[in-house]
């Protein structure tokens, strides 16, 4: 008995024939939707958040790093040697003006004070036994001629006590230290009881309210920079706070590196900053009637920047090759490649395609 054998590919077109009434029954019996998802091999849509272009001003940001200087800052030395019998401040304590920041053993000083108004009493005594002896009425200078009166104080030794007492006097004054302005204490170089000379460093006082942020820019970004340019100061330090500032001095020299130091004084409380402190200094220059979207919309297709807009009508995202004009650390300007009233895609558009299906995300 002989077997039949059918050819190979007649088989498979037999199979495929016995299943085409199923296949296009399912479709038929799916809804509308359904069925163009079925015949589209399409997935759920991509949730995404939208805001509209807008063509307003952009603020051009120009960063800078820098440290942070006190404008107004003393060095504080000792008037007087001997030893530092009062000491009523520490470092990194803050100190009006007129305080008192050291005192130096004034017993030496005293005792020179005693005694050259000891002496001055005796050239009072002279001179007026000299007036007397001149003609003149003791108590009484203008019993005598001007000549007469100065030629008496001299031979009385008047007027050479009457210096003693007066540098006795001065030196005294000198043991004692005080604030010429207020500021916090910083580098104290002096211990109590400790000897001392005249001249010794006691310590360094910054003003915190001068506090300035020392910065450098290229010659062609500090061109267009002007004392009382208003820019944001920001600590490394101090992550999210930031302290307003104006442009106060602009060095007119242009280093070998190209680079000009610009110096923006720190407005507000600043007593919790120390100087050396480093900055990042903002200077933000608006550029009018640029489109302006975030930063977020921007992503690469084959190495070129796209933004993908949305079209409510059909559900779809496009996307759009755009030019770049500007760019902060937050928005970006758009010189060609969206129309103002455009709805561009800022989030979920990392993995989109062109006419990809998304829906609007509820905020």
């Given at each position: ?6 050819p190979?590919?007649?088989i ?10 199923a ?12 069925a ?9 849509a ?75 009493d ?48 001065y ?5 004692r ?31 915190p ?9 290229l010659?062609s ?7 009382g340019?208003r ?11 930031e ?28 007593r ?14 608006a ?24 079209t ?23 010189s ?11 989030e ?16």
């Open positions: 008995m002989h077997r039949i054998q059918i190979y590919h007649i498979v077109h037999l199979l495929a024939l016995a299943l085409l009434p296949c296009s029954a399912t479709t038929a019996d799916a809804p509308p939707e359904e163009a998802a079925i015949a589209a091999g399409s997935v759920e991509v949730a995404v958040r939208v805001t509209p272009v807008e063509r307003r001003a952009f603020p051009l940001r120009t960063l800078a790093t820098g440290r942070l200087r006190a404008a107004r800052k003393a060095e504080i030395r000792l008037r007087a040697a001997g030893e530092i019998v009062e000491l009523p401040v520490a470092e990194g304590a803050y100190v009006e003006q007129g305080a008192l920041l050291a005192r130096v053993d004034e017993a030496a000083l005293q005792l020179r004070l005693r005694q050259a108004r000891l002496q001055l005796d050239a009072e005594i002279n001179k007026q036994d000299l007036l007397l002896a001149q003609g003149g009425q003791a108590g009484v200078d203008t019993s005598v001629t001007p000549g007469k009166l100065a030629l008496i104080h001299t031979l009385s030794g008047y007027d050479k006590a009457r210096l003693a007492v007066e540098q006795a006097e030196e005294l004054a000198q043991v230290v005080y604030a010429p302005f207020g500021g916090l204490v910083a580098d104290l170089e002096i211990k109590l009881y400790q000897q001392a000379n005249a001249g010794d460093v006691l310590c360094t006082l910054l003003d309210a001068s506090f300035e942020a020392e910065f450098q820019l010659e970004e500090a061109l267009s920079v002007e004392e340019r820019v944001r100061v920001r600590p490394l330090a101090l992550p999210g706070r302290w307003p500032a104006a442009v106060s001095t602009i060095n007119p020299i242009v280093d070998e590196q190209g680079l000009v130091t610009l110096r923006a004084r720190l407005q507000g409380d600043a919790r900053l120390i100087e050396g402190l480093n900055v990042e200094v903002v200077l933000e220059q550029v009018p009637g640029l489109i302006v979207v975030p930063k977020s919309a921007l992503v690469l297709r084959s190495g070129r920047p796209v933004v993908f807009s949305y409510p009508e059909e559900g779809l995202a496009k996307w759009n090759y755009v030019t770049v004009a500007h760019e902060n650390d937050e928005q970006i300007a758009v060609e490649g969206l129309e103002p009233g455009a709805l561009v895609i800022y979920g558009n990392l993995n989109l395609e062109h006419d990809a299906q998304v829906r609007v995300a509820e905020e």
